[in-house]
């Protein structure tokens, strides 16, 4: 099914599915409580996620909740010092979570490791004084390009406890992406591996880093940190380059956990908008922390007793918050796979399922597509009974996905829990609980203390049935603080819309105020659930010697829900053969890495534009499939 039927059956939709009694009597929050969470944060938003920051451990208290004073630079719990890294490790020390399972990771060939939270405290505080003696300070930024390893959240955890702001680049991502990143963040340190695991290949990762950084490229790296996974031959750099487990036998099981502002920075995550740049969003520790707790607790209803499992790769937002800072927030146990989830066949994940007990599992409708294809027969020869809750986040779950995932993991009894937010927003913004109604394919409704709306261009909600931007009308304290280094960018997204906050998305809302994402308003291409800029791809595209210029859109495609489609304008007398389309492929994937997935490659003789000389993707995007995604597709100027 392509993703346009699967609009169609969204508008459709109309089942209702209830949770069983018993989850509702034993969730920690019940619908009187989430009733009243609802009212308080229409009259008191403050209050409410003040109170949700009281939960947390503060080594010096808020003046106050909000400085709004330079909107849209919104500041939450100014004057506040903490570090997300003493509530995530340092505090469950000093409780009964100490000999608790912090991270059960398995790697792609079976290997698997489990660390308490005592042992996974000490590991990062021996990186953390590896860090520090390799002379990384607070406010320096590291790279982290790193496969899902331990070391991974080691390395994002250590170099948030010294007051680093860590920037984790996907893996997928090319040397020329890599570099781009490291560049503008001017990174002092690279955290890598020599190499690790996926569909039973041996992929080569510390090599990817050398090319970014060859010659006078990225300079500002002065060193480079490789964890040995595969053990393939590496060339390490003399001064500069230094195995990670050199690093940290040197080193001591304690150190002191920088006192951070509540607003100072905490990571960059580069995400794709819109131009061919892509941005670097910064989160802080303080407001980010609340946010991420709060609604990771309520959403997923964490009891002691889970194991919860988010699919997604830590070089994600998603990694970020519902991987590492999330669930140790939260004190649960967090799971880490390396690989591919077919390999060695379409069983593995349940097989992770039932090894470990998993009791939520959070995932993405690609990932639910492709299983789906291999059919039910892969579920049933697992135990799936330890799972309570099932999750799906990144892109629009249709409702034959939800219901599949709903049937054949959750047995008819596990809430599907689909969950809307961004790299921007930093933790859930609308999503059910497990004791809501749900709607196969809806999102439900705005959490507590987030002011959600489906508006029109000027700001005004529109009737319910209608298509409409989704908006946030008021600030959230995991918000991004910023665009590194480009405050214009950043006051981009309150500009488009008066008075808002404008995410990319268009939506709807039904009669009962449920919220429907339709998919994205910009040129933003949702591949698998990760964000690829049209203008990137484009960029890319005019980077080959034989292309004069080119127009890149998302065409849907049955598993990924959408692919890139390129159509290029090829420099006269270059030759419009498969071969230049092999080395169109070869080229982007050079340029991007193997995350922008090209479905196919058109010549065009001329591309169509505005008068002002600007690309119409969404004409092309017409012809293609023949239909838009409501009225609003393109934000763009035609003028
Ligand atoms: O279009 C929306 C889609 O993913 C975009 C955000 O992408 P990113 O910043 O990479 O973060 C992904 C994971 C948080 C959104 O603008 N999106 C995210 N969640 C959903 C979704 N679309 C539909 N349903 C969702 N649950």
Redesign the pocket.
């Known amino acids: 099914m392509d993703r346009f039927e699967t609009l169609d059956s969204l508008l459709q939709e109309e089942r209702v599915f209830r949770p069983l009694p018993q989850l509702v009597i034993e969730a920690n929050v019940n619908p009187q409580e989430l009733g009243a969470a609802r009212r308080q944060s229409e009259y008191d938003p403050l209050g409410y996620w003040e109170e949700a920051a009281d939960e947390l451990d503060w080594f010096k208290r808020w003046d106050r909740v909000l400085d709004d004073s330079r909107k849209p630079f919104y500041r939450w719990f100014p004057g506040a010092r903490c570090n997300i890294v003493y509530n995530c490790l340092d505090r469950h020390i000093e409780t009964a979570n100490k000999n608790k399972l912090a991270l059960i990771w398995e790697g792609e060939p079976g290997d698997s490791r489990k660390y308490t939270y005592f042992e996974l405290y000490r590991e990062v505080n021996r990186f953390a004084n590896a860090l520090r003696t390799l002379g990384v300070q607070k406010g320096d930024r590291v790279v982290v390009y790193m496969p899902p390893l331990p070391e991974t959240v080691v390395a994002m955890l250590a170099a948030a406890k010294i007051g680093a702001v860590h920037s984790v680049v996907f893996a997928g991502f090319s040397a020329k992406a890599l570099r781009q990143r490291i560049n503008d963040a001017q990174a002092k340190a690279v955290i890598t591996a020599d190499g690790f695991y996926r569909n039973g290949q041996v992929l080569r990762l510390k090599d990817t880093v050398d090319e970014a950084l060859v010659g006078a490229c990225a300079d500002c790296v002065e060193s480079m940190v490789v964890v040995r996974r595969t053990k393939v031959g590496v060339d390490m750099v003399d001064g500069r380059d230094f195995w990670y487990e050199d690093l940290v036998r040197q080193e001591r099981n304690t150190a002191p956990t920088e006192v951070m502002e509540a607003h100072e920075p905490l990571f960059l995550m580069y995400?794709?908008g819109t131009t061919g740049k892509p941005k670097g969003i910064v989160h802080c520790h303080g407001g980010y922390m609340v946010g991420v707790h709060r609604t990771l607790t309520t959403v997923f209803d964490v009891k002691p007793t889970d194991i919860f499992w988010c699919t997604?790769d830590p070089g994600?937002?998603?990694g970020h918050?519902a991987v590492v800072y999330g669930p140790l927030l939260a004190g649960t146990t967090t799971v880490i796979y390396e690989g591919h989830p077919n390999y060695p066949q379409a069983d593995r994940l349940w097989n992770i399922v039932a090894k470990y007990g998993i009791s939520i599992f959070y995932t993405v409708?690609t990932v639910i597509r492709m299983l789906m294809r291999f059919g039910v027969q892969h579920t049933k020869r697992h135990d799936l009974s330890s799972l309570r809750l099932l999750g799906?986040?990144?892109?629009?779950?249709s409702p034959e996905a939800w219901t599949w995932l709903y049937k054949n993991i959750g047995r008819s009894e596990c809430p599907v829990i689909?969950?809307?937010?961004?790299?921007?927003?930093g933790m859930f913004m609308?999503?059910p609980l497990p004791i809501s109604l749900l709607k196969p394919g809806s999102?439900t409704k705005p959490l507590p203390g987030v002011k959600a709306d489906v508006v029109d261009r000027e700001g005004n909600s529109v009737e319910p049935g209608k298509g409409g931007l989704?908006v946030i009308r008021e600030p959230w304290p995991a918000m991004m603080t910023g665009l590194w280094n480009d405050e214009d960018r950043y006051r981009e997204y309150f500009e488009k819309v008066p008075g808002c906050y404008f995410?990319?998305?268009v939506a709807r809302r039904d009669e009962d105020g449920y919220i429907w994402?339709q998919?994205?308003a910009d040129d933003?291409i949702?591949i698998a659930?990760?964000?690829v800029g049209s203008a990137e791809l484009e960029a890319a595209f005019g980077a080959h010697r034989n292309v004069t210029e080119a127009a890149v859109i998302g065409v849907p495609d049955t598993i990924k829900g959408e692919a890139a489609k390129a159509f290029v304008v090829v420099r006269s007398g270059a030759e419009e053969d498969d071969e230049l389309i092999k080395d169109l492929k070869r080229h982007i994937r050079n340029e991007l890495g193997p995350v922008a997935v090209l479905k196919s490659i058109e010549f065009r003789r001329k591309l169509p534009k505005t008068r002002s000389g600007k690309i119409m993707r969404r004409v092309l995007k017409a012809e293609e499939t023949g239909t838009e995604i409501g009225d609003l597709t393109g934000m763009e100027d035609d003028s």
């Not at 799906?392 to 779950?397: L, T």
């Open positions: 995400t794709s997604a994600w937002v998603t918050s409708p799906s986040v990144g892109e629009p779950i689909d969950t809307w937010w961004q790299t921007e927003t609308i999503s999102v989704l995410a990319g998305d994402i998919g994205r933003v949702n659930g990760h964000r």
